[in-house]
């Protein structure tokens, strides 16, 4: 029998046992099943070193966010400690992670969002760091594990039915793999696939080039003949079914515009290749197209990775592709605070498009809180309000319980509110809708 709630004490405790209790579909992340090699050393003693299973304690510490974080505090030419960055990238990965435990764990607070998910991750696994805060020991117990054994540890206590991957296809290392394994073929239940295609978009003379030496007669990425558009279609065809993938996904930087307005060539074939390739191939197939939009690139190149910055998108841009390609699905998610409420009103103008979590430097809690409270005031349920992102298995023990409590403390006020005006809200109800958020508007979505 459903219970009907008529106190906030009685929707908050709905609200936190739902949440706890509800399996969480991730929708975008950066992980592997271990068929794709893992560099971690590992109980079964394999390790490979471009491997794509990335986990474990020096790869949270080495983690992006970290590195520009210790940079911060001991800037490259600082005489207290300083490493230039090239003698930072000569360190191996444990020395790198010994650098950021000392200045970032050790010598100050990690209060920091990136550094307080490293501690959440320990917790979860019951490592207790506050008594302990050597390394090595930390190490060992890391290197124990299985790493098949592991996904599902960290899957058990995040509470996380299934990874979404991100394949980019002109990635040589991962391509060789998939061409190469037939247990990648058969793939890991855990985990679904998405065919990832930059350059299509981004560089289309040079994806046009790479098509080429593939065998698919791609043309010279100045001009696209008919025969050149079916090709690159074939091309999408054939990865799609090898990947088994459920949509398609690329990152575009701040200054992607629809239609493109640079008058540069690149550009000009790039809008090409999206209208005539890619958005024909995934509206035949049902798939959506997912489009991340807002990072720029390199702004600090000594920083590698670490050196990426944020830039507002033109939000514009997403809504003439949602109007000028309605039998199109489109997954937007923007990078910059700014372009939040612009994109909201975008989607509640357009049902083909899904608007997606809170990501990199939108994932703190602050700005969780903020754009959650926002799209469901102007949404409902209707979003999927978060995704992990995750780059490093053991992240989605943190962001996941991060954001479970923040939105949680949104949904419990918002559920309140209706409360109060006298509208019946029932337990069931409750557990439905956060069914929606965590897993059912995804699924939904990619079944229409
Ligand atoms: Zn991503």
């Keep these: 029998m459903p219970k009907r709630l008529t106190t906030r004490t009685a929707v908050e405790k709905t609200v936190h046992q739902a949440l706890r209790d509800q399996p969480i579909v991730d929708m975008h992340t950066h992980l592997y099943p271990p068929t794709f090699g ?21 790869e949270l510490l080495t983690y992006h966010y970290l590195v520009s974080e210790v940079y911060r505090v001991v800037p490259a030419h600082s005489r207290k400690g300083g490493l230039a960055y090239e003698e930072f990238w000569k360190l191996s990965k444990q020395q790198q992670a010994e650098h950021i435990w000392k200045h970032l764990f050790v010598e100050r607070a990690p209060v920091s969002e990136a550094c307080r998910g490293v501690l959440t991750c320990l917790e979860l696994l019951g490592l207790e760091v506050g008594k302990n805060k050597d390394l090595g020991k930390l190490r060992k117990w890391f290197a124990q594990q299985d790493p098949s054994k592991y996904i599902d540890k960290v899957m058990k206590i995040s509470n996380v039915e299934s990874i979404t991957m991100t394949n980019p296809v002109f990635d040589d290392n991962e391509r060789e793999r998939w061409l190469k394994g037939a247990e990648l073929l058969r793939g890991d239940p855990r985990f679904k696939s998405v065919l990832r295609i930059d350059p299509i978009l981004r560089d289309w003379p040079k994806a046009a080039k790479k098509l080429t030496e593939w065998g698919f007669n791609a043309g010279d990425g100045k001009t696209l003949t008919q025969k050149n558009i079916e090709e690159g279609q074939r091309f999408l065809r054939e990865w799609l079914d090898r990947q088994e993938a459920i949509y398609m996904a690329l990152s575009l930087p701040p200054e992607f515009r629809y239609p493109a307005e640079s008058g540069e060539a690149a550009d000009k074939a790039g809008q090409m290749a999206l209208e005539k390739i890619i958005l024909p191939v995934a509206a035949e197939r049902g798939l959506p197209f997912a489009m991340m939009i ?91 309000p978060q995704h992990s992102d995750s780059r490093v298995l053991d992240q989605l023990l943190y962001k996941w319980q991060h954001s479970r409590v923040i939105i949680g403390r949104v949904l419990a006020d918002k ?15 409750v557990k439905q809708d956060i069914n929606r958020l965590f897993r059912g508007n995804f699924l939904e979505f990619l079944a229409r």
């Design 38 to 58: 893992t560099p971690v050393p590992n109980r079964t003693g394999k390790t490979d070193r471009d491997g794509l299973m990335l986990w474990g304690l020096d």
């Design 294 to 384: 807002g990072s720029k690139m390199r702004v600090n190149p000594a920083l590698r990775d670490a050196g990426d910055m944020v830039g507002k998108s033109d939000v514009q841009a997403v809504v003439r592709l949602c109007a000028e390609f309605p039998k199109n699905k489109f997954f937007v998610t923007l990078l910059a605070r700014e372009n939040q409420h612009e994109l909201c009103v975008a989607a509640r103008k357009f049902g083909n498009l899904m608007i997606f979590g809170c990501w990199w430097f939108l994932n703190n809690p602050v700005l969780i809180e903020e754009i959650t409270r926002m799209r469901l005031e102007l949404l409902g349920t209707s979003m999927i």
């Design 415 to 429: 559920f309140t509110d209706i409360v109060d005006t006298g509208w019946p809200v029932t337990d069931e109800e």
